[in-house]
């Protein structure tokens, strides 16, 4: 108290007179000051969080001084910038709470003692400041659920369940929080945010797209990537993103890559007939698991330009499909059947064992350029004679020719064929080319017709293609005169002055009682036509000379007796097949081959060499040549050189029957 005072009453005392004193009387004035300074702290924030500070303000009785941050005891928090502005009655201070906390009750106490005021007195107990909060305990994640193991694919989900200590709110007006993924097809993906704000449980869900791929487990990421957005406790804190108690995902894999065909083995380059099969094999870069149960996937062909169907036959749960075509007998195509660019599911379903639908592209496909469907039958298309025709040798040879390369050609395949009492043996078969075979027939002998057919039941031959042969063919003929080989006609001259036939006048035929004998006389098979060259008959044109018998005679088979009447006058030509004056269907006589003139006996008659024995006679090759000299003597002799030409005419006279008359 500053007005303070001691009075006296006066009449409470007396003097040594014993005199009572009066009234009172009062001392100088005087200040009194024993009351300790006392304060008061008030917290104005009562909630603080991670970050948030406090103001603090202390006010005292009185001023007081000595004040200091150690007089306080501040509950899970710091005061800082203690400070007066009026002399130290009311000061301030800043809260700060400490992090990690989380705790409803907390006071400040400032101990009185450490403080006196003007008049030193100092302050006495301890004053508490009203009561405050702290929360400055972020939401941490406690653990995170991960994807059931397996194998996802496509489109399938993996959800991760961030599992947090505190309730987290999820702010994403700015960006929607995620969880990075690794997968080892290279680089990361994210499972984005989806649920849970206001929960401790936050789900995260990446779709699995296509092409994605891990087969050794996901990764998941260290923390949550905030991505613009904010996760805060329910105070405000904001939320440690640090992922741990992350589940197990080794066995967590992806499989988002469709399967596809890396390559497509072909049927080997050949040639296919009907019932032949053709197989595609169809590699794929994994396992596939084919279901059949809607149909069976198939392969396109073109061939010919018809499209087939190579189907599946068998392969599931493996990476190599197979694929089957049985050749059509319609099917052909010379060029090489050609694959088509994908592979046709037909109501069926080829997956990988992820459940990826195989890419029905086909890839590398080997070629089958050579890879020919032949189902036409091979076709003989000439047999036909090698050597000259008539023929007296001991072999003769034929050529066969295909419209194809075939095998299987042997002498079994063949027929022989003959007329007369001609014959041989097939010997041997030689290949010329893949088309080309010559059947060489040996042994021939007789005189006749040979030739050979190629039997239509030859089995054994086939194309390439494995097609056997269906039709046969007939061969060319060789005419053979063969019998007692080269026969010798030896001619002696004719005898001398003989009577001039000119013209020449056809006998009558003697008639006789004739058995059917075989001679060189009267060749009706030979000369049945009316007339021969310029017209004169031909049958019955028998010249009888001197007496001698008719079987001595041939018919007359040539035209005219000049020669300007028709032939070239050469004389030249074989006898029956010539070309010129000698030649059957010729216009002339033999009066160019042969002469009239008298010749030694011993002197040899080359009838054929065109040799004139007189000219100037046409008549005179006919009196030489069918005078009184039997045949037998006019063809007694020839040179070495005519004999291909007299045994095709010694074939002729053997095909001739006459009539002989009894002698």
């Known amino acids: 108290d500053p007005s303070n005072l001691i009075t006296l009453d ?3 005392i007396a003097d040594q007179a014993g005199n009572t004193g009066t009234g009172s009387t009062d001392s100088n004035n005087y200040a009194i000051d024993t009351l300790r300074p006392s304060a008061s702290i008030v917290v104005a924030d009562t909630a603080l969080v991670a970050g948030e500070t406090s103001t603090v303000t202390i006010t005292f009785s009185e001023a007081v001084s000595g004040l200091t941050s150690a007089d306080f005891t501040v509950a899970n928090g710091v005061l ?19 992090s990690n906390v989380a705790d409803t009750s907390n006071v400040i106490t400032l101990d009185n003692a450490g403080v006196q005021d003007a008049a030193g007195n100092n302050g006495t107990g301890a004053t508490d400041s009203n009561n405050y909060t702290i929360d400055t305990l972020p939401p941490s994640v406690a653990s995170v659920g ?17 599992n947090f200590n505190d309730a987290v709110v999820v702010d994403s007006s700015g960006g929607t929080p995620r969880i990075a993924i690794t997968l080892d097809s290279g680089g990361s993906v994210f499972a984005d945010y989806v649920s849970g704000s206001g929960s401790s449980a936050l789900v995260f869900r990446l779709t699995v797209a296509s092409g994605q791929m891990d087969s050794n487990g996901i990764s998941v990421g260290n923390s949550i990537n905030l991505n613009g957005a904010t996760l805060r406790d329910a105070v405000g804190n904001n ?33 296919y007939n009907a019932g032949d099969v053709l197989i595609f094999t169809v590699n794929a870069n994994e396992a596939l698991i084919v279901d059949t149960a809607g149909g069976a996937p198939r392969i396109a062909l073109d061939i010919g330009g018809a499209i087939r169907y190579a189907s599946y036959v068998s392969g599931s ?3 190599a499909l197979v694929f089957q075509y049985s050749v059509q007998t319609s099917d052909s195509d010379a060029n090489g059947i050609a694959v088509g660019s994908g592979l046709e599911l037909n109501g069926a379903t080829v ?42 040798a001991g072999s003769v040879r034929f050529t066969l020719t295909f419209n194809e390369a075939v095998s299987g050609v042997n002498t079994s395949d063949f027929v022989l064929t003959s007329t007369g009492n001609a014959a041989g043996t097939i010997q041997s078969v030689v290949q010329i080319d893949a088309r080309t075979y010559q059947v060489i027939v040996g042994g021939v002998s007789g005189n006749g017709s040979l030739g050979i057919n190629l039997s239509a039941t030859a089995t054994d031959i086939a194309d390439v293609a494995g097609n056997a042969l269906t039709v046969g063919i007939t061969g060319e003929r060789y005419v ?36 059917l004998t075989t001679s060189p006389l009267l060749p009706p098979p030979l000369f049945e036509v009316p007339t021969l060259g310029s017209g004169i008959p031909t049958l019955g044109n028998i010249f009888i000379n001197n007496g001698a018998l008719a079987p001595s005679f041939i018919a007359q088979v040539f035209a005219s007796s000049g020669s300007d009447s028709g032939g070239d006058g050469s004389g030249s030509g074989f006898l029956g097949f010539g070309g010129g004056d000698g030649g059957v269907f010729g216009s ?47 063809l007694h002799e020839i040179r070495d050189n005519e004999q291909r030409q007299l045994n095709e005419l010694a074939w002729a006279f053997g095909q001739v029957v006459v009539n002989e008359p009894h002698a």
């Open 146 to 162: 991960v994807p059931a193991n397996g194998t996802y694919v496509a489109g399938q989900n993996l959800d991760f369940t961030v």
């Open 10 to 12: 006066n009449t409470g």
């Open 239 to 271: 939320a440690v993103t640090t992922l741990n108690g992350v589940g197990g995902t080794s066995a967590v894999l992806v499989d988002a890559l469709a399967p596809n065909v890396i390559s497509v083995v072909v049927p080997a380059n050949d040639q």
């Open 480 to 515: 053979i005169a063969t019998s007692g080989r080269d026969p010798e006609f030896l001619a002696t001259p004719p005898a001398a002055n003989l009577p001039t036939l000119n013209p020449l006048i056809p006998p009558a035929t003697p008639v006789v009682s004739l058995p």
């Open 588 to 634: 002339s006589t033999l009066s160019s081959i042969f002469g009239s003139d008298a010749m030694q006996e011993s002197e040899q008659l080359e009838v054929f060499d065109g040799k004139q024995w007189r000219g100037g006679d046409a008549a005179q090759g006919l009196r030489g040549v069918f005078g009184a000299p039997t045949l037998g003597q006019q």
């Open 351 to 392: 997956r990988d064992g992820a459940g990826n639908n195989l890419t029905l592209t086909l890839n590398s496909v080997g070629s089958t350029a050579e890879v020919i469907v032949d189902t036409t039958a091979p076709l003989a298309e000439s047999l036909v004679r090698v050597d000259a025709s008539p023929s007296s």
């Open 317 to 319: 749960g493996s990476a």
């Open 80 to 98: 800082s910038g203690l400070s007066s502005v009026d002399g130290g009655i009311t000061w301030t201070a800043t809260l700060a709470p400490n």
